[in-house]
């Protein structure tokens, strides 16, 4: 596997070794052994989340204050542009963004750490997006974080509006969002 540190350094791209011929392919999606040694990392996984969802949905920015999770995210079908945005305050990177294509093709996976809100754009006609988490969602504590706040500057690659939930739709901006101290 090759780990590649992000603009911010705790985020990390992860591309798998994949073995491929003509019959197809085959990867390790996760080695917690492999992990800990590429990352120096050794996280405990405590759920698996699975989603579906149509071209031009955008889903987050998500986190949880309280019981902040970790995350290891993948795409199996399709393809996602993929975003986490620093919340910690005392980061030196507060406020700032990255962001990837993750896709069935390329195979990455990001690494994102807790104290950050996490969220994707879907490119593709659809995408299932898979990701491992460190702690259980808890709705009591999930925070959303606005997709569009200007003071973060996130260049979605949309065409036109994005389809968003009711929750997505309402969610503050930086200035006013719950953060990590």
């Given amino acids: 596997m090759q780990v590649t540190p992000s603009s911010i350094p705790d985020v990390l791209l992860i591309e798998p070794r994949v073995f491929g011929d003509a019959r197809g392919f085959f990867l390790e999606s996760f080695n917690q052994r492999a992990f800990a040694q590429a990352t120096g990392l050794e996280p405990q996984f405590v759920q698996d989340n699975h989603s579906r969802s149509a071209q031009g949905v955008l889903r987050g920015l ?26 910690r305050r005392r980061s030196p990177s507060f406020g700032r963004w990255v962001g ?11 690494w994102i750490p807790p104290g950050f809100a996490h969220g994707f754009l879907v490119l593709s006609e659809s995408a299932d997006f898979l990701y491992k988490a460190t702690q259980y969602y808890a709705p009591a504590h999930e925070k959303c974080l606005a ?13 036109g509006l994005p389809k968003l939930s009711d929750k997505d739709r309402q969610a503050p901006s930086l200035a006013q969002a719950v953060c990590f101290e």
């Fill in 100 to 110: 990837f294509e993750l896709s069935e093709d390329n195979h990455r996976q990001l």
């Fill in 147 to 159: 997709w569009d706040d200007p003071q973060i500057g996130i260049q979605w690659p949309l065409q």
């Fill in 62 to 87: 998500h986190y949880q204050i309280e019981q902040a999770q970790g995350k290891l995210v993948r795409v199996v079908r399709g393809r996602v542009f993929d975003v986490a945005v620093d919340l």
